[in-house]
């Protein structure tokens, strides 16, 4: 024991102080430390697969792998690169084993099984899980947390869907509403002549030279079916045309017309 602690006192780092290097020394040879050194010891040596990630474990190593790519993570891609060395060999041959099989498992798993505990290739590979850990997921992982995250990520996931859906048909009704838009500014028929009930057809432009007057406050004017077939709905006067000015307490913006409606041809059509 004496030429022990003069060996490890040999072995003291400049930065540590000899009361806490002797400390150290005295937890490291006591009974209580050698009876835990060899039960780990035993226990190190009945595992069939050891892993390759010494003191960096399960969580680092998976989220360095989400970093990379945030879909590596699953339980059985974690699992792989533990037992793999840095060469790309498995560990040993019963490891190599384990993986050909996780890997004819995983080609017939669906998303889901890959994320679920009871279904996933480990699940199948290595069976059920003992309460309160999770194989392949570090320290402290238990069922019941892993279960909650997984059905966090699918509301989450399901969430994201419906919002790019939304956000797809807002786009494709507002370049609808746009092209409407353009066509009604386009063939707003500035006209002394009330007359007629159809105003000019968009080919009528096409074949025309005369290029339509720019409106102004005071013009009199045709408002057409927002669908583009050339009817006129109502007739009016243009009451402004400046983008700042005001309806119903909002700006017009650029490209609208505030109109005073004073014929009626269509009631049940709606101008918007």
Not at 19 to 31: P, Q, T
Request: proline fraction near 5%.
């Amino acid at each position: 024991m004496p030429d022990a602690t003069r060996k490890l006192k040999l072995l003291k780092p400049e930065d540590v102080t000899d009361e806490e290097w002797k400390k150290f020394v005295a937890h490291r040879l006591s009974k209580d430390w050698k009876e835990r050194s060899e039960k780990f010891q035993q226990l190190r040596a009945t595992q069939t697969e050891p892993h390759t990630t010494s003191r960096k474990g399960m969580a680092r190593t998976r989220d360095e792998m989400i970093k990379k790519d945030p879909s590596s993570g699953t339980r059985v891609n974690v699992w792989l690169k533990s037992r793999t060395r840095k060469n790309g060999q498995p560990i040993n041959a019963a490891a190599a084993e384990s993986m050909k099989k996780l890997e004819e498992i995983s080609a017939m798993s669906t998303e889901e099984d890959q994320t679920s505990l009871k279904n996933d290739g480990i699940a199948k590979l290595k069976g059920d899980e003992r309460p309160g850990c999770v194989k392949g997921m570090g320290f402290g992982v238990t069922p019941s947390k892993v279960a909650a995250q997984v059905q966090g990520n699918r509301k989450v996931k399901k969430l994201e869907n419906d919002l790019k859906e939304l956000s797809d048909r807002f786009t494709e009704f507002q370049n609808f509403f746009m092209s409407r838009r353009r066509f009604s500014k386009d063939h707003v028929n500035i006209d002394d002549n009330l007359d007629n009930n159809l105003a000019p057809t968009p080919q009528s432009f096409e074949d025309s030279t005369t290029i339509p007057n720019t409106p102004t406050n005071g013009d009199i004017c045709k408002l057409l079916n927002w669908l583009g077939i050339g009817e006129v709905v109502a007739k009016g006067m243009i009451a402004a045309t400046n983008p700042e000015a005001l309806v119903h307490h909002v700006q017009l913006g650029p490209d609208y017309y505030k109109v005073w409606v004073d014929e009626v041809n269509k009631p049940l059509l709606s101008l918007v």
